[in-house]
């Protein structure tokens, strides 16, 4: 009964900007939302950027690095994704990825479609 909603996709223009939003509801007691994740057309589910662990360190994708910035409430049950300077390649499903931190049991969102015109 752990439910996470991913919000903020849409069209826009190359070196255009979007913010995503991710929020984890139901049976979260011991569950951190810990980054993103994006599929795009005949390819792998690839990471964007995620927290490494409960400190507050970060790993991002090197495709991403410097136009991306990840985020996320003190709760860990919500995370953001501001995306800037954005690229066609960058046209992909994004994904919210959580654990439960007591159980390592790993969830995941329906997703949000991002797509980048040239």
């Known amino acids: 009964q752990v439910q996470l909603v991913e919000s903020g996709g849409g069209l826009v223009q190359a070196g255009g900007s979007l913010r995503l939003s991710c929020a984890a509801s139901?049976?979260?007691?011991?569950?951190?939302?810990m980054g993103w994740y994006r599929q795009a057309p005949g390819k792998q589910r690839e990471l964007v950027a995620m927290?490494?662990?409960?400190?507050?360190?970060?790993t991002y994708s090197d495709s991403v690095k410097g136009r991306f910035t990840i985020s996320r409430d003190n709760a860990k049950k919500t995370v953001y994704l501001q995306m800037n300077s954005l690229k066609p390649e960058d046209t992909a499903v994004y994904y919210c990825?959580?654990?439960?931190?007591?159980?390592?049991?790993?969830?995941w969102g329906q997703g949000t479609q991002v797509t980048v015109s040239s």
């Open positions: 990825n959580a654990e439960d931190y007591v159980t390592g049991r790993p969830y």
């Open positions: 139901g049976r979260i007691f011991s569950v951190s939302v």
């Open positions: 927290y490494r662990d409960r400190g507050g360190s970060t």
